[in-house]
């Protein structure tokens, strides 16, 4: 096994949650928000997770500076230098690209897992186990790797990757293909071959190999990255590099692991499901006895089934009737919408946007 000392964690949490509004807004994002009454927001909760197998000192936190002082408000142990503060909101690549160019100058054999800041994961000794397997595999591998879980259900909003038959250790195998968001045709197809697999967005390697990639496959990212090393200085504070905002705001997915030649999965079972959407909160969280879903929500539902409801502290839902919606309050909005129509929730919010202002999103 590799030396503790090398694993490092990037923990991602710049986003806005937009497919989560109207609870998740741009002041508050739901990576900074409590959805299950458990006391802890969601980066709270992921932060946790990686502490206990990695030294706080080797995890980073990236957001968007207008976040920076949430960060350090929900996490105060998190040390001086280790959250990465964008000065505009970009895709994966960027992220990833910036973090890993800190951690390679501050350990050039390090082995690193990037993480979203807003997992559900239920069985965190598996899942404990298995990024410790990971990053070992990394570490004596020059390749990169993608964490899978088997799917339950043939869902079209996650990604899938296709995996070879021959695994190494019996949990890695080389990937075929990755196919994000497929049609539900070709979901059930994926789930009923066996060969297909969740992509978690967990993704781990060594440092040499995704700098080497970067430097390969994304050459406009070189000089930005070589002066983000010259600007970390003597206190090993990583400092945002001057041209971060003309980087192209590429997805780690797209420009890296589609075009590498040497991408594995690990088949994991930790009790996953990505909190993105309103369908998913659905799906991957408890229901009561109807199928409805309470988020940290009192109601008295009757004829009522497959919903989700989400209300501020001390406001009471009473449904009748209903089937299939969102039923969602936040501040000055209260949105009513079909659970599966993701199109109409966009078209609300834009409205909103534009109709009645910034402060209604």
Not at 297 to 311: D, H, I, K, P, R
Not at 347 to 360: I, S, V
Request: hydrophobic share 40%.
């Amino acid at each position: 096994m590799e030396s503790k000392e090398l694993n490092y964690c990037v923990i991602l949490a710049g986003g806005i949650g937009s497919r989560l509004w109207p609870v998740s807004r741009k002041e508050l994002p739901k990576q900074f928000l409590d959805w299950f009454g458990t006391g802890r927001t969601l980066l709270q909760q992921t932060y946790e997770r990686f502490r206990k197998i990695i030294d706080i000192q080797n995890i980073f936190i990236v957001t968007n500076e207008h976040y920076a002082q949430l960060v350090t408000e929900q996490l105060p142990d998190v040390p001086q230098g280790r959250v990465l503060k964008e000065p505009i909101r970009r895709n994966t690549l960027p992220s990833v690209a910036w973090a890993t160019t800190c951690v390679s100058r501050l350990c050039p054999r390090a082995n690193v897992i990037v993480s979203p800041a807003d997992q559900l994961i239920l069985e965190e000794n598996n899942f404990d186990t298995d990024v410790l397997k990971g990053l070992d595999f990394v570490g004596r591998s020059d390749c990169l790797l993608t964490m899978g879980v088997k799917p339950t259900r043939p869902d079209t909003g996650y990604g899938y990757i296709q995996a070879h038959e021959e695994m190494e250790d019996g949990i890695f195998a080389r990937v075929k293909s990755f196919t994000e968001k497929p049609a539900l045709e070709f979901a059930r197809m994926f789930m009923e071959s066996g060969e297909f697999y969740w992509n978690t967005g967990l993704y781990l390697y060594n440092v040499r190999t995704m700098m080497k990639a970067i430097h390969d496959l994304v050459p406009d990212y070189r000089d930005s990255l070589t002066e983000a090393i010259d600007a970390i200085g003597g206190d090993e504070s990583c400092k945002v590099p001057a041209h971060f905002d003309t980087l192209p705001n590429l997805s780690l997915d797209y420009s890296i692991l589609e075009k590498s030649e040497n991408v594995y999965v690990q088949v994991c079972d930790f009790g996953w499901a990505d909190l993105g959407s309103w369908c998913s909160l659905h799906n991957d969280t408890k229901h009561d006895k109807q199928d409805n879903v309470l988020l940290n929500t009192e109601a008295l539902l009757y004829n009522s089934e497959g919903n989700v409801v989400c209300l501020p502290e001390g406001r009471i839902a009473v449904i009748d009737g209903l089937k299939g919606f969102v039923v969602a309050e936040k501040g000055n909005v209260l949105m009513i919408c079909p659970k599966d129509d993701s199109a109409a929730l966009r078209r609300m919010m834009t409205d909103a946007q534009m109709k009645l202002g910034e402060e209604f999103i």
